[in-house]
């Protein structure tokens, strides 16, 4: 199978080994650049990736805090509603106090519409309404001795228990107020007068 080299063999092998080294560099560089090139696209795909990857992983964290800050928001609005829960109660126990008078043919004055929530306010609601009454009683008590319709010793003495009984009024508003103020509420209140 082998023949043994002459010259003119020799030579065409050379050049054939020359020129066959030539074409292997040449094929080497042609394929080391597109091994390249595919490489560079390799690396900016990778690069693009790891960019979404990044962005993803930036949008997840920011999703997570906004999504623990809502849930500690809505952890504050249930302490809140069920610490005002008793408020809440009483109100929709005047609600439906007012919606009774109506159901039951009532006209609404302002004596069955007013639903106190518990006994103190009830009181205070009273104290507070006989307190306007004396008011109301002492200015009628001026206009009658400015126009002459009264004495002034009946006057006197009618405007001194109206001033005695609006001190004790007022007296006893205060302290009402002062046990609200202090978180004393009393048991329920009263249903309003019938009409």
Same mark, same amino acid.
């Given at each position: 199978?082998?023949?043994?080299?002459?010259?003119?063999?020799?030579?065409?092998?050379?050049?054939?080994?020359?020129?066959?080294?030539?074409?292997?560099?040449?094929?080497?560089?042609?394929?080391?650049?597109?091994?390249?090139?595919?490489?560079?696209?390799?690396?900016?795909?990778?690069?693009?990736?790891?960019?979404?990857?990044?962005?993803?992983?930036?949008?997840?964290?920011?999703?997570?805090?906004?999504?623990?800050?809502?849930?500690?928001?809505?952890?504050?609005?249930?302490?809140?509603?069920?610490?005002?829960?008793? !408020? @809440?109660? +009483?109100? &929709?126990? /005047?609600?439906?106090?007012?919606?009774?008078?109506?159901?039951? =043919? *009532?006209?609404?004055?302002?004596?069955?519409?007013?639903?106190?929530?518990?006994?103190?306010?009830?009181?205070?609601?009273?104290?507070?309404?006989?307190?306007?009454?004396?008011?109301?009683?002492?200015?009628?008590?001026?206009?009658?001795?400015?126009?002459?319709?009264?004495?002034?010793?009946?006057?006197?003495?009618?405007?001194?228990?109206?001033?005695?009984?609006?001190?004790?009024?007022? !007296? @006893?508003? +205060?302290? &009402?107020? /002062?046990?609200?103020?202090?978180?004393?509420?009393?048991?329920? =209140? *009263?249903?309003?007068?019938?009409?």
């Amino acid at each position: 199978f082998f023949r043994p080299l002459t010259p003119t063999c020799s030579l065409v092998a050379v050049v054939f080994c020359c020129e066959g080294s030539s074409m292997q560099h040449e094929l080497l560089n042609k394929l080391t650049l597109k091994l390249q090139a595919q490489l560079q696209k390799f690396n900016e795909e990778h690069t693009l990736v790891q960019n979404v990857y990044m962005d993803l992983q930036t949008q997840l964290q920011e999703g997570a805090k906004h999504i623990s800050e809502v849930h500690a928001k809505l952890v504050d609005h249930k302490a809140q509603l069920l610490e005002a829960g008793p !408020a @809440l109660n +009483a109100c &929709i126990m /005047q609600v439906d106090e007012v919606l009774k008078i109506e159901e039951h =043919g *009532r006209e609404l004055t302002c004596d069955n519409v007013i639903v106190t929530g518990d006994t103190l306010s009830q009181q205070l609601l009273e104290v507070e309404s006989e307190d306007r009454a004396l008011e109301d009683l002492m200015y009628v008590l001026n206009e009658a001795l400015r126009n002459k319709d009264l004495e002034l010793q009946p006057f006197l003495r009618a405007i001194g228990d109206a001033a005695r009984k609006q001190f004790k009024c007022r !007296a @006893l508003a +205060a302290k &009402i107020r /002062q046990k609200i103020a202090g978180g004393v509420h009393g048991p329920p =209140g *009263r249903a309003p007068p019938e009409a």
